[in-house]
């Protein structure tokens, strides 16, 4: 080979591996640019509304980004939807209602009253086929024209025709807190408060003003008196008829619902530890199953518990001892009767 030819050679080398770099960049340049492209196209198609032509949305109402109103729907003049909300046919939303994102009304759900007042609801909540979340109080002592409130937290699951209404007088509110699950046909009155983390299964009534803590757990047919207080990690039996309060870790039963120990399967679900399981089990009893004559009455019992070298520093117990204790408050209506067999 002469000299020339090979020095063509090493140039081309070079020149065409070059090449071959340009034209892998530039395809690279492309194919980020294409995808940018999707992607912008599919944010586009997101953001973009779908509003059914046989629904009825008020030019007042503010509507975020990627909306979908279904036939048959009512968005009154006042109302507010977050952004990715998604109304199902045939239901509807009235007065001065506030949606957060991505929340989901199923078919036939009414959410809101054209009443004075305000009806809030964070985001990512499901209001289940038929539900009725937001109206006019069922309390005689409510006055036509009073501002009512409501306002339920984040990630809450409300099945089918349940029912949580307003507050009774402008200084209160209902209240719902966060992640709770309320099973079809429960009702939630005026005033109450409820936490997060709770489990209503069906048709669990709560009267209005009852206060239940976080992690209660209810089975089915549950009935809690007015005024009463549900206290955090409890469980309510099976058609139980709950007409005082329920202290923190407890589980009753009954048509007039008793203490039948801790809610042990509860606690351990929960995270407790088997310390903390032990310490609640001899704090329970100390308090409420003493076979001493001499122990005197519950509050001696009590101080003796929070007086206890062991039980004392055990922070449960002490949560425990005090929510016993609320209940025997002034506008409190004490704690649920013990079951005497119970055996926890």
């Known amino acids: 080979m002469s000299s020339s030819s090979s020095l063509l050679l090493r140039i081309r080398r070079p020149l065409s591996s070059a090449l071959r770099t340009l034209s892998l960049q530039h395809f690279s340049t492309s194919l980020n640019d294409v995808l940018e492209e999707i992607k912008d196209n599919d944010l586009l198609e997101k953001s973009t509304n779908f509003i059914h032509?046989?629904?009825?949305?008020?030019?007042?109402?503010?509507?975020?980004?990627?909306?979908?109103?279904?036939?048959?729907?009512?968005?009154?003049?006042?109302?507010?939807?977050?952004?990715?909300?998604?109304?199902?046919?045939?239901?509807?939303?009235?007065?001065?209602?506030?949606?957060?994102?991505?929340?989901?009304?199923?078919?036939?759900?009414?959410?809101?009253?054209?009443?004075?007042?305000?009806?809030?609801?964070?985001?990512?909540?499901?209001?289940?086929?038929?539900?009725?979340?937001?109206?006019?109080?069922?309390?005689?002592?409510?006055?036509?024209?009073?501002?009512?409130?409501?306002?339920?937290?984040?990630?809450?699951?409300?099945?089918?025709h349940?029912?949580?209404?307003?507050?009774?007088?402008?200084?209160?509110?209902?209240?719902?807190?966060?992640?709770?699950?309320?099973?079809?046909?429960?009702?939630?009155?005026h005033d109450c408060k409820v936490g997060s983390y709770n489990i209503f299964a069906n048709n669990t009534l709560l009267a209005g003003h009852v206060v239940v803590e976080d992690y209660a757990h209810t089975a089915g047919a549950t009935v809690v008196h007015q005024f009463c207080r549900i206290g955090s990690f409890s469980f309510i039996g099976g058609g139980s008829v709950v007409s005082q309060d329920i202290p923190k870790y407890m589980m009753v039963s009954g048509e007039r619902a008793e203490l039948r120990g801790l809610n042990l399967e509860g606690l351990r679900r929960r995270g407790f530890s088997d310390t903390e399981i032990k310490s609640l089990r001899r704090a329970y009893r100390k308090i409420f199953m003493t076979t001493d004559a001499n122990s005197g009455g519950i509050e001696d019992r009590m101080a003796e518990v929070e007086q206890h070298e062991e039980l004392a520093c055990v922070p449960a117990v002490s949560s425990m001892v005090q929510s016993i204790r609320d209940s025997f408050a002034e506008d409190r209506r004490g704690i649920c009767k013990v079951q005497s067999w119970s055996s926890s």
């Open 162 to 189: 349940t029912s949580i209404h307003r507050s009774s007088k402008p200084s209160e509110k209902t209240v719902i807190g966060d992640n709770n699950l309320i099973m079809g046909s429960c009702h939630i009155a």
């Open 53 to 160: 032509p046989a629904a009825i949305v008020h030019p007042g109402a503010v509507v975020g980004q990627g909306v979908s109103i279904g036939p048959f729907c009512t968005v009154g003049s006042s109302a507010k939807l977050g952004n990715a909300c998604h109304l199902y046919p045939g239901s509807h939303i009235f007065g001065n209602t506030e949606l957060g994102d991505h929340c989901i009304l199923m078919t036939g759900a009414v959410v809101g009253d054209d009443l004075p007042g305000r009806t809030v609801i964070g985001c990512n909540n499901v209001i289940g086929h038929h539900s009725v979340v937001g109206i006019k109080c069922q309390d005689m002592k409510y006055k036509l024209g009073d501002e009512c409130f409501l306002e339920i937290g984040d990630n809450n699951e409300i099945r089918e």
